[in-house]
């Protein structure tokens, strides 16, 4: 195992700094390689040398470039020694929404108000199910348009929405994910001159949506919300 005294975990997350010191000496290596190379500025003008936000040693080093050196000088030497890659999602070391987090409060403004998980819905009807089942049966067709069949949609599922839901569910295997999002309508311009999005909860518009995961599900959240705040005015 490496010793903490030559690499510094100080800018890890908590869950990522029992891991790492936990973790054989390869597995650091492989987290280390995982991430971004940088160069971070002191207190007193000198500079640190990170990889994945590890400090590679103990040195201040006198400028940006001769940290970025050192840094990449042991990149190069990781490369070398074949390690295996880290699945940082199923290990829950994953730092995407804090990478996320960036892009939402700045640029793409929305929120998540339901998760539905249908699986969990077989026997009872939660709340937030209730709610779903009170849309229109056109926009709950146009909700699963790419994980049925589209004559399907058009016929059985309109006819019967929304008193035999469960039982289409089951026909269908549909037992993922529903997600209500929330966002609030940009407005003109829908960014300030310092690029801080203009915009008011006052006046927002909702939709809900579908995938087999969670993630599938928020990535076509994702999507929607950016077509509105990075389509041009």
Known sequence: MISQNQYSTDYLNYRQKLWFQQASEREQKAFMLAGDVEARRSRDGQYGAFMNNVRIDEILYPSKAAAYEAAYNLLAELLKENLQLIDFEELGLSSINRSLGTELTQKTIFDIH??????????????????????????AKNIFIDIAYPKDLATSFLKT?????????NQN????FLVKAVMPRPKCPKYTSYGEARFSWEDQQTKWFYGETYQIAFNKVFIWAKHFWWSEE
Do not use: C, R, Y
């Not at 009872?124 to 849309?135: D, I, M, T, Y």
């Not at 929405?161 to 569910?169: L, N, Q, T």
């Open 173 to 176: 295997d549909v037992f993922g």
């Open 161 to 169: 929405w929304p008193s035999e839901f469960k039982s289409w569910m």
């Open 114 to 139: 339901q998760i539905i998980h249908l699986a969990a819905n077989l026997t009872n009807k939660s709340p937030g199910l209730k709610e779903f089942l009170q849309l229109s049966g056109e926009e």
